[in-house]
């Protein structure tokens, strides 16, 4: 599944619980079919919640203490169009941060925050479905993680966070925003 198609998923699912107040019936094409990743996401829950309001306060001493190192980072701004008309995902910044100390220098997260509260994030996603133009090239670092996908806000374009735990620790082992 393409990333832009879970963007889309995340609006619709947004835009229902705003209107509706009812709980959000998860497409058929991102609900988790395999018992032992459902027990994956149930042990990680309060793990993700802590690496969540680590990055709401932008209190990166409390994400490097959520952190297995190396951290992989990757920060990816949204620009203008080469015609000037919309906006498209720009170069890359990333980190191989390697320690406390040097995560700690890392200003990257000073000014993220998320919308979406700490318990609505998309959860169950593979490296597989988020291999698009986000993600691309970072299989060595994403593809054994639990990923939990977050909506950071919705103006001209969809702005998101995709933050990624150590299956078996829980431990925070790649970020991804934009």
């Known amino acids: 599944m393409h990333v832009k198609t879970l963007y889309f998923m995340v609006l619709v699912a947004v835009i229902t619980t705003s209107c509706s107040k009812q709980k959000i019936s998860t497409p058929e094409s991102i609900q988790l079919t395999e018992q032992s990743a459902k027990k994956s996401i149930k042990a990680n829950a309060s793990a993700i919640e802590k690496v969540y309001a680590a990055i709401e306060s932008g209190d990166t001493k409390a994400l490097a203490q959520l952190s297995k190192f190396p951290v992989h980072v990757r920060n990816q701004e949204w620009v203008t169009a080469e015609d000037g008309y919309g906006f498209i995902l720009g170069p890359v910044e990333d980190a191989l941060v390697?320690?406390?100390?040097?995560?700690?220098?890392?200003?990257?997260?000073?000014?993220?925050?998320i919308e979406a509260k700490s318990t609505e994030a998309i959860r169950g996603l593979?490296?597989?479905?988020?291999?698009?133009?986000?993600?691309?090239?970072?299989g060595r670092y994403w593809k054994s993680?639990?990923?939990?996908?977050?909506?950071?806000?919705?103006?001209?374009?969809?702005?998101?966070?995709?933050?990624?735990?150590?299956?078996?620790?829980e431990d925070l082992r790649a970020i991804y925003f934009n």
């Open 98 to 113: 390697e320690d406390k100390t040097a995560f700690m220098q890392l200003t990257m997260f000073d000014n993220i925050s």
């Open 126 to 138: 593979s490296y597989l479905d988020m291999q698009g133009e986000e993600l691309n090239g970072l």
């Open 145 to 169: 993680l639990d990923l939990f996908l977050y909506v950071r806000g919705m103006n001209d374009v969809e702005h998101v966070v995709v933050i990624g735990l150590d299956k078996q620790t």
